[in-house]
């Protein structure tokens, strides 16, 4: 007998969740409280008939082989393209290549000695493959012994800082390990937008017989009282949303842990005390549509200079053409904030009067009049704060309800947050609820 599953969050885990379970004639419904599919990842058209493009900046790794084989699997491998565009750091007003043994010998704002050091510190952490072995240590002490406090000062303390505030030299060494040891040189992106994706997903779980319900946003999962109603095959949980309640014999929420404890009120106190991991920033993207490139080839630029209220420049269209876009550049302001931040509930009148100013530090050329458009969006929960403690705080995916599931980034530990990583997540839930009970999660 076939299982009746609901996924809360229609993102890259849920819609991908759910596609595989379809596929394999599973009932399955979406609730997505968004308007779109995608979730956090979901984009908007650049003009009412134009590409999408991501509200939060993104892009693929060579090692993101996951997403890869899904996005080929939906037939939408012959839209992939893949460059190495510059990533640089901004340093004393000056932008450096830092993302290759070359670049990080001539990093001019380090002396020579300093530079080798960095250099062994990152190819250490390139190659090295057993992160278990580093928890317990913070990234910032492992730096600062084996590649000198030089070069933490100067390569990683701003922007620690930029993205963890005041839990900087706290950030666990694994965290450190994953960007490094997985991340390469060579960008992929999905032209037209990686929206195609989720809008092929979505279409994907219809077609198998699934149902995806957009701006839905769930109120509540209760265990049914009723044990006749279970039974009679109705379903041991209730999802509650504004049209009313269904009953499913799985719920698989994919929200952070703290919005699903929030809805689900009968997971046990000691449960959701130990694992109400309440250490995450909100993300906020200004989006710029230019008339002119405000970098000349620069894509990536984080900001490792203080005064900013941005921490990285992402020059979208040097990354894929402007052509693909109108003729506009589009540039990312970005910056991860606690989420009682005002910029996380600013107007986008009020963020362009914050950020504006500082671009023509990047550019002195700059003035107001380039900009033709522009976009805000701000995210809750969007980074977790991995500190030393994090792995202990990571929730099982089976929790004491029985058949409520958590499946979110927060345990994709010592990854980061990333596309890659729900679909990685997804596919290995997926395979473990097909293979039935008893087979573990």
């Known amino acids: 007998m076939t299982a009746r599953t609901a996924i809360l969050g229609g993102g890259a885990l849920g819609l991908t969740l759910a596609y595989r379970l379809a596929r394999a004639g599973e009932p399955v419904v979406v ?8 979730g956090l990842a979901a984009g908007f058209r650049v003009g009412p008939d134009g590409p999408w493009l991501e509200k939060f900046y993104h892009h693929l790794f060579g090692t993101d082989h996951a997403i890869v084989a899904l996005i080929r699997e939906l037939g939408l491998g012959d839209k992939l393209s893949w460059t190495t565009p510059s990533t640089s750091h901004l340093v004393g007003g000056k ?3 830092l993302d290759g043994v070359v670049p990080a010998i001539t990093f001019a704002p380090l002396p020579v000695p300093d530079r080798l050091r960095l250099l062994g510190g990152l190819g ?3 190659v090295w493959p057993f992160p278990e072995r580093l928890e317990g240590r913070t990234a910032t002490a492992w730096i600062k012994r084996w590649m000198g406090a030089r070069a933490y000062g100067v390569a990683f303390e701003p922007l620690f800082a930029g993205k963890f505030g005041p839990y900087a030299d706290q950030v666990a060494l694994p965290w450190i390990w994953s960007r490094i040891h997985s991340r390469t040189a060579r960008l992929g992106y999905l032209r037209g937008g990686f929206q195609q994706l989720y809008e092929s997903l979505a279409a994907a779980v219809k077609a198998h017989g699934g149902t995806v319900r957009l701006g839905t946003p769930v109120r509540e999962v209760r265990q049914v009282d009723d044990a006749s109603t279970v039974q009679d095959g109705g379903g041991r949980l209730r999802v509650t949303t504004a049209a009313g309640n269904e009953t499913y014999d799985r719920v698989v929420s994919t929200l952070a842990p703290r919005l699903t404890y929030a809805l689900a009120p009968d ?5 959701t005390q130990r694992y109400d991991w309440s250490l995450a920033y909100g993300a906020f993207c200004l989006i710029l549509a230019l008339d002119r490139p405000l ?4 894509y990536w630029l984080s900001v490792a200079d203080p005064g900013y209220p941005f921490g990285v420049v992402v020059e979208h269209t040097n990354f894929q053409p402007a052509a693909e876009y109108g003729g506009r550049h589009l540039v990312y302001l970005g910056k991860y904030l606690p989420m009682d931040h005002p910029l ?3 107007t986008k009148a009020e963020a362009l009067a914050e950020m504006l100013p500082h671009l023509a530090r990047i550019n002195p050329d700059f003035t107001p009049d380039w900009v033709t458009d522009s976009w805000s969006f701000a995210a ?3 980074q977790p704060i991995v500190t030393t403690d994090y792995r202990a705080r990571i929730p ?4 004491p309800v029985p058949g409520l599931y958590l499946a979110n980034m927060f345990q994709v530990y010592p990854q980061d947050r990333g596309q890659n990583y729900s679909v990685v997540l997804a596919n290995q839930l997926a395979a473990r609820l097909l293979a039935g009970p008893g087979a573990g999660v």
């Open 267 to 271: 997971l046990p106190a000691d449960f």
């Open 95 to 97: 932008s450096y290549r």
């Open 380 to 382: 809750p929960y969007a």
């Open 396 to 399: 099982p995916r089976e929790t």
């Open 124 to 126: 250490f952490l390139k």
């Open 31 to 38: 609730y997505e409280a968004g308007p779109d599919p995608g």
């Open 295 to 298: 970098m000349s080839e620069v």
């Open 344 to 346: 996380m509930r600013a």
